[in-house]
């Protein structure tokens, strides 16, 4: 089995149920470096996520994305919607009209959501945003998809590579967004948008497992 | 018809006092429409009050949009995507530019009947007029 439709909305309902696990440390986090709303504004987006799978019944993998992106965008609120939410329209549109990716092509559509985040937030990996978790994410992943790597193994390695990019920005100094402002005094945090990535990504190693 | 504007702001007090600032100068054939916080009152920024406010600011000429800052320009720009999707969508155009003085020198502007391009360089001229 693939990334099908079924496993594309258990990817989506297992992340809104991690975040909202790690609300608060996602909180703690942006309190640290950003405005604090982070872990809140994810649940919010995520839910509305949910909710929209739910009422819209989509039939492909790819439109359950493009659904879940949609609510990301219309209701998280802060810089996480637009990116999470672009992020998802673009993965979901590139995985086109398939019933079940194979790892090659959930290979492709995450290196879209990279992609649609880079374009979108002018980010690049050392910046300290969640680009330094989604970069490594999916080079993991798609060095083993190219490898003829099981569709599994590929997420896992994905998930263990955004925890590592995550732990690496602690000594990073913000190049973007609030925490930007700060200067030096950002170094020695983790950055909330990477750990909130990392999430998304060991949701995505569960569900495919 | 004028170009329009509209001001995204992460709060719903500064986009709406900008708003009223730049349309006292500006004049009532300008549409200035604030587009801040979140639909539900929070600080932050909604894709959907901002599409409102394009539609509210938009009669035929176009519509400049000025951001404050972080998720106001990434909502923004999302928007500008979403209306590509759209059959026969506003001319949108985003300013690169200082908040309130970019709105000042773009609702000023438009109310001398110039087209969507001139009101964003004038938006966009406003970082370079010095106050001391």
Not at chain 1, 140 to 149: Q, S, T
Not at chain 2, 11 to 18: I, W
Not at chain 2, 70 to 81: E, P, R
């Amino acid at each position: 089995m693939g990334f099908d439709t079924e496993t594309a909305v258990a990817w989506i309902d297992t992340a809104a149920t991690v975040v909202k696990a790690d609300e608060a440390r996602l909180t703690a986090l942006d309190a640290a470096i950003g405005d604090g709303d982070h872990g809140a504004n994810l649940v919010r987006g995520l839910t509305a996520a949910v909710a929209g799978i739910a009422e819209k019944e989509p039939s492909t993998p790819g439109e359950v994305l493009v659904v879940a992106g949609r609510g990301i965008v219309a209701k998280t609120g802060g810089a996480s919607g637009p990116l999470y939410g672009s992020a998802l329209r673009r993965a979901g549109k590139a995985l086109g009209d398939t019933t079940d990716a194979d790892a090659v092509q959930l290979g492709a559509a995450l290196e879209a959501m990279l992609t649609a985040i880079v374009e979108l937030g002018s980010a690049a990996e050392g910046d300290k945003t969640m680009v330094d978790a989604l970069g490594p994410a999916v080079r993991a992943f798609n060095d083993l998809a190219a490898d003829g790597a099981s569709l599994p193994a590929a997420a896992l390695a994905a998930a263990d590579a955004a925890e590592a990019g995550l732990a690496a920005t602690i000594p990073l100094q913000a190049r973007k967004g609030r925490a930007s402002y700060l200067g030096p005094r950002s170094v020695g945090h983790e950055d909330p948008g990477a750990a909130s990535t990392a999430l998304l990504l060991r949701a995505l190693a569960e569900v495919t497992a | 018809m004028t170009v329009g504007i509209v001001l995204v702001s992460h709060s719903s007090a500064l986009a709406g006092a900008v708003a009223e600032l730049a349309g006292e100068l500006a004049g009532p054939e300008v549409a200035v429409r604030p587009a801040g916080g979140t639909d539900d009152g929070r600080f932050g920024t909604s894709i959907e009050l901002i599409a409102a406010a394009v539609r509210s600011a938009e009669s035929g000429d176009g519509v400049c949009v000025i951001m404050d800052m972080g998720s106001s320009v990434l909502t923004a720009k999302t928007l500008l995507v979403d209306l590509e999707d759209e059959d026969d969508p506003p001319r949108v155009r985003l300013a690169d530019a200082p908040f309130t003085e970019g709105a000042v020198a773009a609702a000023v502007l438009a109310s001398t009947g110039q087209d969507l391009d001139a009101v964003v360089d004038s938006a966009e001229g406003a970082w370079s007029m010095r106050k001391l």
